[in-house]
């Protein structure tokens, strides 16, 4: 096993494990919705945020127990986003991770109860009273509240989507599209590479700098390859319907750059992500390691 396989069966292993513990210890008064819940948080995933948030760290400092919570709560607002998307209202999909999506496994409304729940009881768990022996200070529990609500509001993921409904049947410019998935796709894959960092000791703003450029362009390059796994891959790979941006009408980097032009895109950002790591020596590998894994997944 390389190390970087390594890396990610160890941290997704304990991030399956915070995510479980903190699911256990949270009393729902209402059992289906405690499972649909449970059912789309830990129902599979590759837990490529929690992965960043986990790489950042480690490219900095260590881990703690912050780090931990962190890497919990931007998994729960993301599986929230996609219980959300998948509704009729929005994508209207019918399979996630390979499996039905929580709308068609529950009903509806309660799928969204728990895409709600889900968000709301993110924000609980960053903002839960640090363990006595934890080095983390008060004051970068707030900083990572701050970062996940913005990027996940109005400022960020939920105005990337609205953009996104608002598009459809719609041409938008390169520029344009590019904005809506910085918004869309990119906030929360920044602010996994943030709340990492900051649930460290010491780091440095040239530091954050350096992380913040690098997780906007694997935000960026992750849709870009989206959009090319949306043509070249099917369905039982992807784990949800292949074409759909195709059948909905939707824009897409394929469809504005052709598919050797949104190839070429993904390895330009690629390599911007590599050059805004420059700064870190062998301990951002991981980082690396990840942006190859977003970018050049033939999964």
């Known amino acids: 096993m390389t190390p970087f396989n390594q890396f990610c ?12 513990e903190k699911l256990k210890h949270n009393e729902h008064h209402d059992k289906r919705l405690s499972e ?54 929005m994508d209207d999909d019918d399979l996630r991770r390979g499996q039905p999506t929580c709308h068609i496994k529950f009903d509806e409304a309660t799928a969204i109860l728990a895409g709600d729940a889900l968000q709301a009881i993110a924000f609980d768990w960053l903002s839960e009273p640090l363990p006595i022996e934890s080095t983390d200070t008060v004051s970068e529990q707030l900083r990572c509240v701050q970062i996940l609500a913005k990027a996940s509001g109005c400022l960020g993921m939920v105005a990337g989507q609205a953009i996104d409904l608002a598009a459809i049947d719609k041409t938008l410019t390169l520029e344009q599209l590019t904005q809506m998935h910085n918004l869309k796709t990119g906030a929360l894959i920044t602010a996994s590479i943030q709340l990492g960092a900051v649930s460290t000791i010491g780091i440095s703003e040239t ?93």
């Open 207 to 299: 530091q954050l700098s350096a992380l913040t450029q690098y997780a906007k362009a694997i935000g960026l390059a992750f849709q870009v390859q989206d959009d090319i796994l949306d043509v070249t891959s099917d369905t039982a790979t992807l784990g949800k319907q292949q074409g759909a941006d195709i059948a909905n009408n939707k824009p897409t980097f394929v469809s504005l750059l052709g598919l050797e032009g949104a190839k070429n895109k993904a390895n330009a950002l690629y390599n911007d992500a590599l050059a805004a790591l420059s700064i870190f020596d062998t301990h951002a590998d991981h980082l690396r390691h990840l942006a190859a894994y977003i970018v050049k997944r033939d999964f």
């Open 36 to 89: 649909a819940m449970s059912y789309s948080l830990l129902g599979g995933g590759k837990r490529v945020r929690p992965l960043l948030v986990y790489g950042a760290a480690l490219a900095v400092g260590e881990c703690t127990p912050l780090t931990d919570t962190a890497a919990a709560a931007v998994e729960s607002i993301h599986a929230y986003s996609l219980i959300h998307d998948d509704l009729p209202a």
């Open 9 to 20: 069966q160890v941290y997704r292993e304990r991030v399956n494990q915070t995510l479980h």
